[in-house]
């Protein structure tokens, strides 16, 4: 038996051909691409699991969000301990942890197919719209930001300014 997902809600559908007519969204065929089986994992690309077990795809998406808290905890952790002059050894290591955490939980993500659209040209488009809503709302808090905090203002725009020279590189 063959797989094939649909482009449009990751429906994917065991068969000889796909579906004339995707059952979740209501699109046609030609929305179908086979899912190749025999790919190679040591690229660190994994499809989205075939699970039709709501509890498992439950339990992915909690790993996925308590991998991506851990990293971010763990990173800001490596920032203070930075601060704080904790030494190399510490502040590599929960750096060192974050990215770690930060690897599996997109591995998590990719389980999930939720996150990720058929190609990578569809994926940066999404994710230059997402970035840009994201700077929106930054400015939007530093709106909101009392006059008492000007460091912070300055904070929110460097950090968009950095968003914004990386979104031009890809």
Do not use: W
């Not at 490596?78 to 060192?96: K, M, N, P, Y």
């Not at 008492?148 to 590189?169: A, F, H, Q, S, T």
């Amino acid at each position: 038996m063959r797989k094939f997902k649909c482009r449009e809600c990751g429906y994917v559908h065991i068969g000889d051909q796909p579906p004339s007519v995707c059952p979740v969204c209501a699109f046609d065929s030609n929305v179908f691409f086979e899912l190749d089986d025999n790919k190679d994992s040591s690229s660190g690309f994994f499809e989205m699991l075939d699970i039709a077990d709501s509890s498992t795809i439950k339990i992915i998406r909690n790993l996925f969000d308590a991998y991506s808290e851990l990293a971010i905890i763990s990173l800001a952790m490596s920032i203070q301990a930075r601060h704080e002059s904790r030494g190399e050894d510490v502040t590599d290591g929960l750096e060192c942890l974050g990215r770690e955490l930060s690897n599996q939980a997109t591995i998590y993500a990719m389980f999930l197919g939720e996150f990720l659209e058929f190609n990578t040209e569809l994926n940066i488009r999404d994710l230059k719209k997402k970035i840009a809503k994201l700077m929106s709302k930054n400015n939007e808090l530093k709106n909101n930001i009392e006059i008492d905090y000007p460091e912070y203002k300055k904070i929110i725009d460097k950090n968009n300014k950095k968003l914004e020279n990386l979104i031009v590189k890809i």
